[in-house]
C-alpha cells in the first residue's frame, strides 16, 4: 500500500504529543505546568523522539500547548488522536510514554491522568 492513501486516512501524523507549558507564575492562584519544568521536559521528549527516528510524516510530533486546563494533576500532556492524559515527573517517565505509547502503541496506566 501507498504511504500518502494510508497517511490521509490516519492524519499527518500517528500520534501527536503535546506538554502543557503554562506559566501563570509562582504566586498565582492556581499552579502551572512550566512551574514544574515541563518546557524542559517537552524539549527532551522532542529530542528523544529525534534520536529514536520517529519524527515527522507518519511517525510522532512533539508540542507545546498553552494552559490545557488540568492544572491540579500538572505537569501534564495529552496523546492524540488516543486522548490519553498523563502526568509526569522526569525523564524517566517521559522516557515511558515516549517508548511504551508513542513507540508502541500501548498506554501507560500509571501515568494516566
Not at 30 to 57: E, F
Not at 73 to 86: L, R
Amino acid at each position: 500500500m501507498a504511504l500518502a492513501p494510508l497517511l490521509s486516512a490516519m492524519g499527518y501524523y500517528q500520534r501527536h504529543i503535546f506538554f502543557c507549558i503554562n506559566d501563570r507564575g509562582a504566586n498565582a492562584d492556581r499552579p502551572s505546568c512550566n512551574l514544574c519544568g515541563s518546557a524542559a521536559m517537552r524539549d527532551y521528549a522532542k529530542s528523544r523522539i529525534k534520536q529514536l527516528g520517529q519524527a515527522g510524516q507518519g511517525r510522532v510530533r512533539v508540542n507545546q500547548a498553552g494552559c490545557l486546563d488540568r492544572c491540579e494533576k500538572g505537569p501534564v500532556c495529552v496523546v492524540y488522536p488516543d486522548g490519553t492524559w498523563y502526568t509526569y515527573v522526569d525523564e524517566a517517565d517521559v522516557d515511558e510514554i515516549i517508548e511504551s505509547h508513542l513507540v508502541n502503541g500501548k498506554p501507560v496506566e500509571r501515568l494516566k491522568i
